[in-house]
Each structure stands twice: as structure tokens, then as C-alpha cells.
């Protein structure tokens, strides 16, 4: 059972459990624990320097902080406070941060204790508007420029979390693991969910987010049962526990999202997971999550998983090229409507290829257009194909960079891929894959470029493959970094180099 408080929303939740189970443990961080009244009492504290500091009512400020108790007290204290806040990442460059910050008019960033940041922030009156009644402030994840800021009000955190709780089993004493960092919408569930409904967050240290030695510890030592992860922590845990031979049977709910999981990482986690139900989540920042699809763990052969089921209240439309409706079998680009997204973007300018009215004029909501390709199977099941946004020309012929790098993982010896375009003089671009094979699979460029020569017409088998035996470079997100990809160029390094790479250069035409 969730405490009473818990389906009302995140601080009305957290706050039944400060009153209901005082010293019961709220947070483990290195090993110590955190109880419920503690973590409120520094709530507390925070909520009380920021009332030294005489803000309007409204005013947001500014967070800048990585994950620890402390980061999350700061967070807790502008909820209690009703105080809006910008919760970038830290790791953002200083400029994109004063950017930032100036858009919301955060004149005051703090730290956790009421510290300032070094972060220097103009005038308030270059700032957008905040819209009334916004909590967080997350942002996008910028790889474009400057990252989007995304207001979410505490109505659209409150129905998330009320739906989440349940549908997460998420109860009194159930430990979480949280991966992401504090300023990712994952948060929602792993940190904000689990407090509302009484359970026991599990945080993870971001230096050590890469030590799959480390994570595998965690989740043994604490009888982890709920983790929702992007498919990078997966791999590492399952690689530390196969060299360590242990199964992970205290797990009983494992969520993947943000990137596709290949199908070999999703065969391995039904085994060392024996006891999970494993789901694939489909969400983005300003919608937080839209569908859910639960894996079928007795089949025998996995192939390319749907998004899944819309979650209650979700609405969804397929638009094919032509802006027609798919109603039955077709391709097209995704629009969503969810009870937990943000009305739009700070800066107005940016929502306007985004947020729209429905696109067909059936409603009168806002609706998101994500982006994303995806097709609708006989089933009505929908399967993410690619990104509208990641459309090349190649020789004249469009290809999709996502595309090509789910056919690439659908190789039983693949276990990451990425893809990138890079400027050709001849062709107008040239396609550059980097792929991490499994242990001991002998794959080289030969074999995957027949792989690939199968499922993909001649433009799209990529011209340079990378093959490596180490992890891919990755973003902040966990996403594989695409732009490093693009610049890894000429022969392999030397052998005694971290990074062991077979670099083969290949004509498609």
C-alpha cells in the first residue's frame, strides 16, 4: 500500500511520509542513509535561505548541482517554497549556462546549502516569462546549440507521479536505483515518484555512473527492485555480471529507455534478471512518458520492440508525408498528447514547429510533434524507424541515420552502433558507423556490410565502419555521442591505446 498522501502528487506525497514514517530510510548515498525526516528537515533549511533572499513571488532561481542528498534537499526546499527553479545540466559550458539562466531571469543560482554559483547572470528583463504555477525548469539536451528550456507545471509532476506510483508497484520501503542525473526527466520516477509513495531511492554517484562493477555492487548490496535506465547502464552491469557470475534476482522491475536496446543486451537481461519484468519506456522531456511495452520474456527470438501502449490519457496520431492520418498499417511521424507535458517552450519562438493545436483540427489541446518516425504494424503496434530530423541525402537518396543503426544493432554480435553524416565532396555526404561487437565474436566490416547490403539499399550501407571492442563514446545522456563518432578519422590507433578500433574504408557504389 502507498501512503495515503502518495496518489495527490509528489509534495503532498513526500510529506505523508514525513509525517507517517519519520525514520523510515528516504535516500542511500555511499552506503549511509538518509530517513524522511532528515531529508525534510534540510528541506527546511534550504526552503528558509531562500526566503532570505526576498524573491518575488514567482521568481524562479537557478539550481546547479550534481545528484546528492543535499542537491535533492535543494530541490525539495523550492517545492516547499512554491519557488520555480532552472535545474540544468552542471555540466553544461559556462556561456550556455549564463544563456540559461538569463532566459528564465534567474538572478540568484544557488548550490546546495545556499552557496551561489560562480555562474554570472544578466539583467532580469531579457527573460521569458515563467508560466504560472511551474515547478521544475529541465532543459533539453542542447545537441543542437542551446538547449531548450522545458516549465513543467506542478499539475503535470503531480498527475505523473500519481500515475507512476501504481504503476510501478512503488510502495512504503521499495528500493529504486536512480542512474540518471538529477536534472533528467527520468528523475520523475527513480527520485520523485519513489518519495511520494515511501520508497527507498538508491542514488548513484555520476563519477562513478560508468564503473559497472560499482552499479552491479548497488544493486546486489541493496536488494534493488525497480531500475529504469538508459540501455549504456544495462550493458555495463550485465558485462560486470557475467565476469563476476551472478544473477540479479531481487530486481522485479527493470525500464529501458532513451535509445533502442539492442536484441542480444535484451537477451542477456532476461537471464541475469530472472525475476524482472522487463519494460521498454517511450517519453521525451516535454512530454515525460507517452507509452510503455512490456517484454515477453519466453520467447525465444527477440526482434525490434514496439513503443508500446499509450499510457492513460495519452492521445497519439501518425501523420504520413502528405499530413494524412495512418489509421491502419503505414509509416508516418508521431504526435502526442499526454497529461504531463509542458504547454511549450520558455522561449516561445522554439514551440512553434512543436507545439500546435491538433494537427487535423479535431481538438482543442496542445499536442507535441516529437519527430519521430515510426510504423504501424497489422496489430496497430507502433516501431520507432527514425528521426525525422536525422534525413540525409546520399547520392541523391535520402536515408535515415537512425534507420541504419538499428539495422546494425539487429547483428547478434553488435552490442552498440552509431551512425553519422559527414560531408563529402562528392556524394554529399558519407555515411561513418562506429560499432562496439560483443566479446570474442570475431566481427569485422566485411561480415556487417553484407548484414547491412540486406536490409539496406545501396546509399544507406554505410562507406566507413568503425568496429571496436571498447564502449562508443557517449553523450551526458548515455546516448552514443554521434558528433564523436563523426570525428574519429584515418587508421587505427596503435595497439596500446585504450581505444582498439579496425577502421575500413568501403565503396557503396
Known amino acids: 500500500m502507498t501512503g495515503r498522501g502518495g496518489a495527490a502528487g509528489l509534495l503532498p506525497g513526500f510529506l505523508t511520509q514525513v509525517r507517517e514514517r519519520p525514520d523510515a530510510p528516504a535516500l542511500v548515498w555511499h552506503g549511509e542513509e538518509t530517513s524522511y525526516r532528515e531529508l525534510y528537515e534540510s528541506a527546511g533549511r534550504e526552503r528558509e535561505r531562500l526566503a532570505l533572499l526576498g524573491l518575488p513571488a514567482g521568481e524562479p532561481v537557478g539550481i546547479l548541482a550534481e545528484k546528492s542528498p543535499d542537491a535533492l534537499a535543494l530541490v525539495l526546499g523550492c517545492l516547499l517554497a512554491h519557488r520555480p527553479f532552472l535545474l540544468p545540466s552542471p555540466h553544461l559550458g559556462e556561456q550556455l549556462l549564463t544563456q540559461l539562466f538569463a532566459q528564465a531571469g534567474c538572478r540568484h543560482v544557488l548550490a546546495p546549502g545556499g552557496e551561489p554559483r560562480s555562474v554570472p547572470v544578466p539583467a532580469r528583463s531579457a527573460a521569458y516569462p515563467v508560466p504560472p504555477r511551474t515547478a521544475f525548469m529541465l532543459t533539453t539536451s542542447g545537441s543542437t546549440g542551446l538547449p531548450k528550456t522545458v516549465p513543467l507545471d506542478e499539475g503535470a509532476v503531480d498527475r505523473f507521479v500519481a500515475w507512476a506510483g501504481p504503476a510501478f508497484a512503488v510502495a512504503p520501503g521499495t528500493t529504486v536505483l536512480n542512474y540518471a542525473p538529477l536534472n533528467f526527466d527520468l528523475c520523475f520516477l527513480d527520485v520523485w515518484t519513489t518519495l511520494a509513495h515511501g520508497g527507498r531511492v538508491v542514488l548513484v554517484d555520476p563519477d562513478k555512473a560508468v564503473d559497472g562493477r560499482h552499479l552491479l555492487d548497488l544493486l546486489l548490496r541493496h536488494d534493488v527492485e525497480i531500475v529504469q535506465a538508459v540501455p549504456m547502464f544495462y550493458r555495463l552491469v550485465l558485462d560486470a555480471a557475467r565476469r563476476a557470475g551472478v544473477l540479479l534476482p531481487s530486481v522485479r522491475r527493470a525500464a529501458f529507455t532513451g ?93 512553434r514547429d512543436r507545439f500546435t493545436g491538433h494537427p487535423l483540427g479535431h481538438d482543442d489541446g496542445t499536442w507535441f510533434r516529437t519527430g519521430d518516425l515510426v510504423r504501424r504494424d497489422a496489430d496497430g503496434l507502433l516501431y520507432l524507424t527514425g528521426r525525422s530530423d536525422f534525413q540525409v541525402k546520399v547520392r541523391g537518396v535520402a536515408v535515415n ?35 562496439r561487437r560483443a566479446p570474442g565474436s570475431g566481427l569485422n566490416s566485411l561480415l556487417l556490410k553484407e548484414h547491412c547490403a540486406r536490409a539496406l539499399p545501396r546509399a544507406a550501407v554505410p562507406g566507413v565502419l568503425r568496429i571496436t571492442d571498447e564502449p562508443l563514446p557517449k553523450t551526458a545522456t548515455g546516448k552514443v555521442d554521434r558528433t564523436a563518432l563523426d570525428r574519429l578519422r584515418g587508421p587505427s590507433p596503435a595497439p596500446d591505446h585504450s581505444r582498439r578500433l579496425t577502421t575500413v574504408e568501403g565503396r557503396t557504389s
Request: charged share 20%; proline share 9%.
Open 401 to 435: 541515420t537512425a534507420e541504419i543503426e538499428q539495422v546494425l544493432l539487429s547483428h547478434p554480435a553488435v552490442l552498440e552502433a552509431g551512425v553519422a553524416a559527414q560531408p563529402d565532396p562528392l556524394t554529399g555526404k558519407r555515411l561513418v558507423a562506429g560499432v
Open 259 to 351: 535509445d533502442v536496446l539492442p536484441e542480444r543486451t535484451l537477451a542477456e537481461l532476461r537471464d541475469v534478471l530472472p525475476a524482472a519484468r522487463l519494460t521498454n519506456i517511450y517519453g521525451c522531456t516535454e512530454t515525460n512518458d507517452s507509452f510503455t511495452y512490456d517484454v515477453d520474456t519466453t520467447a525465444t527470438v527477440f526482434g525490434p520492440l514496439p513503443i508500446g501502449t499509450p499510457l492513460p490519457g495519452v492521445s497519439v496520431l501518425v501523420l504520413d508525408a502528405d499530413g494524412q492520418e495512418v489509421t491502419g498499417p503505414g509509416a508516418g511521424e508521431l504526435h502526442v498528447r499526454t497529461p504531463f507535458q509542458t504547454a511549450g517552450y520558455l522561449d516561445p519562438a522554439r514551440s
